[in-house]
């Protein structure tokens, strides 16, 4: 998506009241009164007076934009972070960092916050939409793509220049796609292996997130030797999408051939975990485990994986980063409590929408138990807004938002 480059501006996190809270009082409407009229410095007097507000996530988060509009932003910066010690979870301070950070030509950490932030609230399109576009910039096509989808689905304003320009320009792309598919189904006939090759290339060159595509091309290179090229694809289709055992085995089994001991020893030893026992793909994957067991000698070469999970970190590549660690505990044949809080960490930034219904889903008892009945219907419209309608915690979730809104009717209508 080379040609969209959104001005982030947009993305720029604003504060919002909840009345709910502890920290709506009357003063907190006031210097959040005065933050929209652009009266910044009384806002920032305000909170900063007021130790209930100023110990709060909500008034640093408010402090820190009020010191952006008035263009300090290092101080901006120490606020949105106090917020954040205050509330973890406090996630426009994140989105208002990674803002900063992507003004500033800070790739890096700009997306590292934004991540941040869609753990928390996944559906929050602006982040959606920023990770899409640094993304882009980064190189990293299928992630980008990935975003760009996200952002089109959680986005509930269909006529904001950035949702029509996104929307417009993946309908494009995808008709290219739709086209090139008719072209292959009609090389399929003439079994023009070239010509298919060539055309599911420019498939993924148009449109990145075709994981199908991946694994059709890595089984082409396979078959005509190319092994660098076979390895390349099968493992894009192993780090960016749900997969069968099968490509492990393939990435094991070209790791072995192309002389990367390590990387096949940790392969194959994943791929005992998917095979059923005594079945010949199993005792060949034992078989070649036993061959290479060497490798857990070599500490130099073990290292190495630990660098280039770190290496990735720093580049926002969280899957390679996850794939890294992963290979380091197997090869050292440990279980780092440490490390594996990392890659369980990054298993969130890659997928964090089951991570956060899953929260939602145990939050519902308690607010049912306490007669929240608004507040649990907000939690299972997020539920069904962030899981596929299948999932048990989306059927609970239609379930419990019935009975709490014929609740809330009962009582508007009759008093009880």
């Known amino acids: 998506m080379e040609n969209l480059d959104f001005d982030n501006n947009s993305g720029l996190s604003g504060v919002k009241i909840d009345s709910s809270g502890s920290v709506a009082s009357d003063k907190t409407i006031r210097a959040y009164e005065f933050y929209q009229n ?30 952006k509009a008035l263009n300090n932003k290092d101080l901006a910066l120490q606020h949105w972070q106090k917020a954040i010690n205050i509330s973890p979870l406090e996630y426009a301070a994140y989105i208002n960092i990674a803002n900063n950070y992507y003004a500033d030509g800070k790739l890096s950490e700009a997306i590292l916050n934004w991540t941040i932030a869609s753990t928390i609230v996944p559906e ?16 990293f096509r299928i992630k980008s793509t990935k975003y760009f989808e996200k952002y089109l689905q959680y986005e509930t304003n269909s006529t904001t220049k950035e949702y029509l320009s996104v929307k417009h320009t993946i309908s ?5 796609v739709d086209f090139f598919t008719k072209k292959v189904n009609e090389y399929k006939a003439k079994r023009d292996i070239k010509m298919i090759a060539a055309l599911y290339l420019k498939m993924i060159a148009t449109y990145a997130n075709l994981p199908n595509i991946y694994a059709n091309i890595g089984e082409i290179f ?12 099968f493992s894009a289709v192993y780090l960016n999408y749900p997969h069968t055992p099968k490509i492990i085995l393939d990435v094991a089994n070209l790791c072995y051939v192309l002389n990367k001991p390590s990387y096949a020893y940790c392969y194959y030893s994943r791929a005992l975990k998917h095979l059923a026992d005594g079945t010949s793909f199993y005792e060949k994957a034992k078989e070649k485990i036993r061959a290479l067991s060497y490798v857990l000698k070599d500490t130099e070469l073990i290292d190495k994986h630990l660098e280039k999970a770190k290496e990735a970190e720093t580049d926002n590549d969280y899957e390679r980063a996850i794939d890294e660690y992963e290979n380091y505990l197997i090869l050292t044949e440990s279980e780092d409590p440490d490390i594996q809080q990392i890659i369980d960490k990054y298993k969130i930034f890659v997928n964090p ?27 299972c419209d997020r539920i069904l807004k962030l899981s596929d309608s299948h999932t048990k915690e989306a059927v609970y979730a239609v379930k419990c938002r019935t009975d709490c809104k014929r609740i809330l009717l009962a009582r508007e209508q009759f008093g009880v």
Do not use: H, W
């Open 222 to 233: 396979f078959f005509d030797k190319n092994y660098e090229k076979a390895l390349e694809f």
């Open 353 to 379: 929408e089951p991570f956060v219904v899953n929260v939602l889903y145990s939050q519902i008892p308690e607010l049912m138990n306490r007669k929240k009945l608004n507040a649990c219907v907000d939690v």
């Open 124 to 139: 929050n399109s602006v982040v959606n939409l920023n990770l899409a576009t640094a993304y882009d910039k980064k190189g």
């Open 38 to 67: 652009k009266r910044y410095n009384d806002a920032i007097a305000i909170v900063q007076n007021d130790t209930q507000i100023s110990s709060s996530a909500f008034g640093q988060v408010l402090i820190g934009n009020c010191y």
């Open 172 to 176: 494009n792309l995808t008709a290219k």
